[in-house]
């Protein structure tokens, strides 16, 4: 009996031990799921941080912190957050085309190719995308002094040599067509946009028309304006010509050379850019602004202000809703012609800006002679559809008038007409242009029939019809014939979409057109709805409040609904609710007893009614969540599929789905229509995994599990024997009890030690993740303080390369004003020098501060210390003996400039604060032919240039050797202001990442070297002295 208490007392402590681990492994679960969602929250933040602020590559910064979110955990608040996102226009530099020192360099229309210019004059084409070599043309006239455009094709690139002549290659045979005198100079050249002709401007003010094909020139038009240059329209049926020295910009007939108007200006025009439509130009003037105008209007109709210096180049969008602009400043902005505000600003910029055929690059010409090439993230998911505000009334004053109140879609998608102050437009739901106006007066309510060839208005002119005999194409707008099909004011319009009936509120009362019949109302009706079935008719009053119902057969009065006020009203698509929109809530009536069945509460609407649509099908739902907001829903659960709001917060006025369902039209009481492409959206949202059709894991789905899968123990069971048994039968049963219970006792001790042994490695596991968690965070904290104290020295070393602009310029004008000569000469070009000096160690800081990993191009190893150096400058290498031994004959190497100068500059600060500012330091940079004794060996190449840093510091211990290159590993405080265990293991990743070598030597008391191997091309030119 004793032993059978022995063995249960130890089944029971097996049993307590399992549970005690049970527990334990909960506990582990639950530290590491508190430790990835802490992770989580902290990606959120930045994204949301990123998006909301105004530096360049802000949408690309919040789109990746939202995708490692999503790979923890998606959410529906992810979801949200990416869709806001979704909507911002940003760039960022993502690829250099390097040039030959002073070369010229350009790519073509779809950034496929580009052409660079070799000092011997011969001119080599290479692929953008790997930079393989294509082809070379040979030279013609001297070395190159200037590369223009490409023709939009891509087929014909003109190129000036240095005795003046320029020359026109057809790319496609490699050979010159046409031959252009050097007398008058080119100034600047274009194509027609059918590539057949070429409109040449030179600097005595002629302007020659050109025959690609035969090389004869077609017409010479003569002008006074000193140092043209010209821009031809998208049609190519006008020309631009503007000048740096005149206060204005002409718009001249090609065929004819007439002047057609005259855009005045206050200062000089330096950038002329057509707008996609062919309609409306922008100009970048001396007077550090942007502006916008459609001729022949003398007046700009919008400007941008923001530049701090002179705007040199300007560039449309090929969707034509953003704007490019380039600055002596320094910066390249992006504008939103819609809502007429600045959207990115790059701290990068230069001359001859284009964007890609495409759209998704933006292109300019950098400082260094290399081309920039800059990711362009368009408003594809939303974009804006901006009608002209109301003329003035009699005195110049601006007339009070609301925005678009009513939208709807033809049978393809491919035209949206809105109902606005003026009449009726009809919009390019591709392009976002405004195609045609077709005017009339005030118009509330507008509609396609079913079969796509009718429009109806319906306002203050009555019920109006615009026919067409086939599509609705760009070309036959305007010859679109139309017909009052009821006269006088009415106040709204809804057709059936079974068959060709149309409810009107006329007066008091409902007129049903088909049918002839006349439903009277109550007054005031403000807004109609006609059920999908063409059953139901239903309009809602302003005052007093109120909607009626009426069956559309026999015109009988179903019933009255009276609440709220100016209730917006529809039908579901089943046509088996009627649905308001209130201002408190949204509300579905059954149309049988009027009874009320589910209803959505809004938030901040402000006494505001709810506008909401249905899509076609059924299957989605959308209400304006608040002012300013859309929220999409399930029409069928009514579940958060996403919520929608622009960039720019707009009053919400009317909302309507495309026929398809994958586009949505929301009219706003600003004069905007936001068009949303909720197809692509989706395909997004679902490549960041975050589609709104997935179901998303609970949090606590690990932990369920685990209890699921945990042991489980049951209780209850008798321990006496059973009673009737004969002494010997009891010992015998109780002996087999006792070996039974010993058996089960080891087998169960056994399995749970193991569960106690891993669910401590379990335990231990999480805890030590806890821990590297937490260090990691601590590190990245300090980290983050330090990235913004380099964004706060770029912002001033940008604010000071704008002071020195200003005092070059002054240098200039006075130079200019006085013709100095003897000391006063020396003087000026000392100050000359010295902010040129200035804006070297600037643009250093600058670049030094962007992030450009795949930004490469050739360089000198040898020049790039130098430059790096002079960014060190000498108060940090105060009381440092500095030793440069730099072999001007290293070749030169291919890869990312910026990223080995980060490498170098990181050496640098380490090597002095390992002498604590004393020693001496020595920097060299040689050819070499071997890799031995590198830790981390190089890509391979046959040659290197090797750069190394040496200090003669106390040198690094054996122990610690082999950890240097460890993040967050440093032997200093973690949080003061050195040590933060960042700057070898930065330089041990980028050479990773760009295939460089790394070795290392160091001795106690004697100092530590650093070599970095950079590979060398197989073809390498001759290094520039």
Not at 72 to 86: F, G, Q
Not at 187 to 204: E, H, I, S
Request: proline fraction near 6%; charged fraction near 20%.
């Amino acid at each position: 009996m004793g032993i059978s208490l022995v063995v249960i007392g130890l089944a029971l402590a097996a049993i307590l031990e399992a549970n005690q681990a049970t527990r334990q492994g909960l506990r582990a679960v639950r530290a590491e799921q508190d430790a990835r969602e802490k992770l989580w929250n902290s990606y959120l933040s930045q994204a949301r941080g990123a998006r909301a602020g105004p530096q360049a590559g802000h949408r690309f910064d919040s789109l990746h912190a939202l995708t490692n979110a999503a790979s923890l955990r998606p959410s529906p608040e992810l979801r949200n957050e990416a869709a806001a996102c979704l909507t911002l226009a940003d760039l960022r530099v993502t690829k250099t085309l390097s040039a030959f020192s002073n070369a010229p360099v350009m790519a073509d229309a779809n950034f496929e190719r580009y052409a660079r210019a070799k000092p011997r004059g011969d001119l080599e084409l290479r692929r953008t995308a790997d930079d393989e070599f294509l082809f070379e043309l040979p030279p013609q006239g001297g070395e190159v002094r200037m590369i223009h455009r490409f023709s939009p094709n891509g087929r014909f690139l003109p190129v000036t040599y240095a005795d003046g002549m320029t020359t026109v290659w057809d790319l496609s045979d490699r050979r010159p067509i046409l031959r252009l005198p050097a007398e008058g100079s080119l100034c600047c050249l274009d194509f027609t946009p059918d590539n057949q002709r070429l409109v040449a401007a030179l600097t005595n003010g002629c302007v020659g028309l050109y025959e690609l094909g035969t090389g004869r020139q077609l017409q010479s038009l003569s002008s006074s304006i000193p140092e043209l240059r010209l821009r031809v329209s998208p049609d190519g049926s006008q020309i631009a010509l503007f000048s740096e020295s005149q206060h204005e910009t002409r718009i001249l007939d090609l065929p004819s050379g007439r002047v057609i108007t005259s855009l005045p200006h206050r200062a000089g025009v330096r950038g002329v850019a057509w707008h996609p439509n062919g309609r409306t130009l922008a100009t970048a003037c001396d007077d550090f602004d942007v502006y916008v105008w459609r001729p022949p209007e003398r007046r700009p109709v919008m400007s941008f202000s923001g530049h701090q210096s002179s705007c040199t180049d300007v560039a449309f969008h090929p969707g034509g809703q953003l704007l490019a602009s380039s600055s002596w400043d320094g910066t390249t902005r992006l504008w939103d012609l819609a809502s007429n505000r600045q959207v990115v600003s790059l701290a990068e910029t230069g001359p001859k800006l284009c964007f890609s055929a495409d759209g998704q690059y933006l292109a300019f010409l950098a400082p260094d002679d290399s081309l920039r090439i800059c990711d362009v993230a368009a408003r594809r998911v939303c974009r804006f559809l901006h009608e002209p505000d109301s003329a003035p009334d009699e005195n110049d004053r601006p007339r009070v008038a609301n925005g678009p109140s009513g939208v709807s879609f033809n049978a393809d998608e491919k035209l949206l007409a809105s109902g606005s102050y003026d009449g009726v437009r009809l919009w390019d739901t591709t392009t976002g242009l405004e195609l045609a106006h077709l005017p009339a007066a005030r118009t509330f309510s507008v509609f396609f029939s079913l079969d796509g060839k009718q429009l109806l208005a319906c306002g203050q002119d009555g019920l109006v019809r615009w026919s067409r005999a086939g599509a609705w194409t760009n070309a036959d707008l305007d010859t679109a014939k139309s017909e009052t099909l009821l006269e006088g004011p009415c106040r709204r319009a809804c057709p059936s979409f079974t068959d060709e009936e149309c409810a009107v509120i006329k007066g008091e009362e409902v007129r049903l057109l088909r049918s002839g019949r006349n439903l009277p109302g109550p007054p005031d009706m403000n807004w109609i709805a006609m059920s999908p079935d063409s059953q139901y008719v239903a309009a809602s009053t302003w005052r007093p409040f109120g909607v009626r119902l009426w069956e559309a057969q026999t015109g009988r009065k179903v019933f009255d609904l009276p609440f709220g006020p100016s209730k917006t009203i529809a039908f579901s698509p089943d046509s088996r609710w009627l649905v308001t929109g209130g201002e408190e809530e949204y509300c579905f009536w059954d149309v049988h007893n009027g009874q009320p069945g589910r209803r959505l509460p809004r938030r901040d609407a402000n006494g505001l009614h709810g506008p909401f649509g249905f899509s076609p099908d059924g299957r989605l739902m959308a209400i304006a969540r608040s002012r300013t907001q859309i929220q999409l829903l399930d029409a069928v659960t009514f579940a958060e599929l996403v919520r929608l709001e622009s960039p720019v917060p707009q009053l919400i006025s009317w909302i309507a789905f495309s026929p398809s369902g994958k586009q949505l039209a929301v009219a706003t009481e600003a004069h905007f229509i936001q068009l949303w492409d909720l197809g692509w959206l989706r395909q997004q949202l679902f490549e960041l995994g975050l589609d709104w059709g997935k179901q998303y894991p609970s949090i606590l789905s690990e932990e369920a599990s685990f209890t699921a899968r945990a042991p489980l123990v049951s209780s209850g069971s008798s321990l006496r024997g059973p009673t009737g048994l004969s002494h010997l039968q009891f010992v015998a049963v109780s002996g087999a009890g006792v070996g039974l219970a010993l058996c089960l006792a080891t087998f169960v001790l056994r399995r749970h030690q193991r569960l106690v042994l891993s669910y401590q490695r379990l335990d231990d596991l999480a805890a030590q993740r806890a821990r590297e968690l937490e260090a990691a965070q601590r590190e990245l904290l300090q980290s983050e303080k330090m990235k913004a104290l380099g964004t706060l020295a770029a912002g001033i070393a940008h604010d000071f390369n704008n002071l020195l602009s200003i005092i070059r310029m002054a240098n200039h004008l006075v130079a200019r004003a006085v013709r100095p000569a003897g000391v006063t000469k020396e003087n000026i070009d000392a100050i000359e020098q010295a902010v040129a000096q200035g804006q070297q160690i600037v643009r250093s800081m600058l670049g030094y501060s962007r992030q450009q990993s795949d930004a490469t191009q050739a360089f000198s190893v040898t020049g790039l210390v130098a430059e790096t150096m002079a960014l060190v400058g000498k108060q940090f290498l105060s009381g440092i003996v500095l030793t440069l031994e730099l072999d001007p004959q290293t070749p030169l190497v291919t890869g990312s400039k910026v990223r080995l100068e980060q490498i170098l500059l990181n050496l640098i600060v380490n090597a002095a604060e390992a002498m604590n500012g004393q020693g001496d330091l020595r920097i060299a940079a040689h050819a070499s032919a071997s890799s031995q004794g590198c830790i981390l060996s190089p890509r391979g190449a046959q040659n290197f240039v090797e750069v190394e840093v040496a200090d003669s510091g106390p040198g690094i211990a054996p122990e610690v050797l082999p950890r240097i290159f460890e993040p967050f590993f440093t032997t200093k405080d973690v949080g003061v202001s050195r040590g933060t265990g960042l700057g070898l293991s930065t330089v041990y990743g980028i050479a990773q990442q760009d295939g460089l070598g790394l070795g290392v030597e160091t001795q106690l008391q004697r100092g530590t070297t650093f070599r970095v191997l950079v590979p060398v091309a197989p073809v390498a030119y001759p290094a520039a002295k």
